[in-house]
Structures are given as structure tokens and as C-alpha cells.
């Protein structure tokens, strides 16, 4: 059984920084494609950002100039780096993936319908 965990997510200033991380368990992935995304109270939850087999990646605009995902696939690990942070990105960010192939035109997605295997969430707070 798949299973994907956040860690990484806790409370901050604005203008601070914030890693997370994402472990997949189960099978290993030799290629997949994953993405994150965030869920404000009150708010529908939207992409954040989304890399595909081959590391092409996609941003929100929201979000462009200050995070960056990467993932490690010796390791079966997903990462948001979140710079710059701003009161705004506070919420539940969940990453998401599924197996893929590179050249899967696809990806990279930040459509939820997209993805298979969703981790449970960590909290993501800043401060103004």
C-alpha cells in the first residue's frame, strides 16, 4: 500500500523559510510525478506546485520566485523549499503522486484529479 507523509511544516515569521518534505512508502517509485498543494481555512484547496518524471517543474504564480519542489527518487522523497514566506501561504499543504513515465505529457500537473496517492497534511502557519 502506497502511502505518502508530510513532515516539515510548523509556525514562522513573514519573510521567514520553511522545508517540507514528503516520504513515499510502499512500492519504489523508479520515475513518478508529484505535486503539492495548500488548503486555507475557508478555501478550496489549490496547486501549489508540480514536477514531473524528469524533474520539469510548474509554480503558481502566487508562489513563483519563492518555492521550489524537488525530489529525491533514490530516496522516494518530495520537497517544498518555501522562501520569502508571506502570511497568505498559510494553510495544510498536502503533497501528491502516482507512478509516471517520463515524457508523460501530462506532467508536471497541479490538477488534484491528476494524482492517485495524497499524504495527510502538515500545517503551515506564518505570522505577519
Known amino acids: 500500500q502506497e502511502r505518502l507523509a508530510e513532515s516539515g511544516g510548523g509556525s514562522v515569521q513573514a519573510g521567514g523559510s520553511l522545508r517540507l518534505s514528503c516520504s513515499y512508502s510502499?512500492?519504489?517509485?523508479?520515475?513518478?510525478?508529484a505535486a503539492w498543494f495548500r488548503q486555507a481555512p475557508g478555501k478550496k484547496r489549490e496547486g501549489v506546485a508540480g514536477?514531473?518524471?524528469?524533474?520539469?517543474?510548474v509554480y503558481a504564480d502566487s508562489v513563483k520566485g519563492r518555492f521550489t519542489i524537488s525530489k529525491d527518487n533514490s530516496e522516494n522523497t518530495l520537497y517544498l523549499e518555501m522562501n520569502s514566506l508571506k502570511p497568505e501561504d498559510s494553510g495544510m499543504y498536502y503533497c501528491a503522486a502516482l507512478f509516471c513515465s517520463i515524457g508523460n505529457r501530462r506532467f508536471p500537473s497541479m490538477r488534484e484529479a491528476d494524482f492517485v496517492y495524497w499524504g495527510q497534511g502538515t500545517q503551515v502557519t506564518v505570522s505577519s
Open positions: 514536477i514531473d518524471a524528469s524533474g520539469v517543474t
Open positions: 510502499g512500492h519504489i517509485y523508479t520515475t513518478s510525478c
